[in-house]
């Protein structure tokens, strides 16, 4: 039982580049998170997909795009890379939402120069 | 927009000692608390939650108190040990069915 796996680990990218962020769930859960985290500023929601099919925005969306793929599956994607969007991404899942724990997978380093 | 916060961004501990970091919340809506932990270099562990039909709440080592009056969260670890250091984040739901805010963090160390 893995949890919540991401994928990659670390990841550089010139500024104009795009790529996607991997994560699987094998807990059977319905709801599905992305995360950021910058120092100083904690965990910031970009995106969540409260159960298969539906996909909703967070605090700080700009620049992001998601798919709910299948209800393991939840991906971010960069469409245009900026050094703003320099830092550690967390996905997470929880079975029923705002009310239950988030288990979250050990995050993408990603630094775009 | 209504946040999470924490009073002290740092705490130092001896081993053995009482440890308790504070947390402030402002959304009324909440009805749902949780503590996570992080080590360097993982995802957030959970620790222990809290709804708000309760006060306390106890874990292995570890307390969540909820005083729904001032709105203020604190996560009491007993016998602090060394691998108890970390960052430790405080969140709260705002009422929502699907998500959770998390404060900025409490640097918690702990010295032999």
């Known amino acids: 039982n893995a949890g919540v796996t991401q994928t990659p680990k670390f990841q550089v990218l010139k500024t104009g580049q795009s790529m996607t962020l991997q994560c699987a769930q094998d807990m059977n859960h319905n709801s599905m998170y992305w995360y950021r985290q910058d120092p100083g500023m904690g965990l910031r929601l970009i995106y969540y997909?409260?159960?298969?099919?539906?996909?909703d925005k967070g605090e700080v969306p700009n620049g992001y795009n998601v798919s709910r793929l299948n209800k393991r599956e939840f991906s971010l994607r960069l469409e245009s890379a900026a050094p703003s969007q320099t830092s550690v991404y967390f996905c997470?899942?929880?079975?029923?939402?705002?009310?239950?724990?988030?288990?979250f997978g050990n995050g993408t380093r990603l630094t775009v120069t | 927009g209504e946040s999470v916060g924490l009073h002290l961004p740092t705490l130092s501990v001896q081993e053995g000692d009482n440890s308790i970091i504070n947390c402030a919340y402002s959304?009324?809506?909440?009805?749902?608390f949780i503590w996570y932990k992080q080590e360097s270099g993982k995802g957030p562990q959970f620790i222990i939650d809290i709804r708000s039909n309760m006060d306390k709440r106890q874990g292995q080592r570890v307390t969540v108190l909820l005083n729904k009056t001032v709105k203020h969260l604190s996560l009491q670890i007993a016998a602090t040990q060394p691998g108890d250091s970390a960052v430790y984040f405080c969140?709260?739901?705002?009422?929502?069915?699907?998500?959770?805010?998390f404060g900025k963090g409490t640097l918690l160390t702990v010295n032999p």
């Open positions: 959304n009324s809506a909440s009805d749902y």
């Open positions: 997909s409260a159960s298969e099919g539906t996909t």
């Open positions: 997470a899942s929880t079975e029923t939402g705002g009310r239950s724990p988030l288990h």
């Open positions: 969140a709260e739901n705002g009422g929502s069915n699907y998500k959770l805010t």
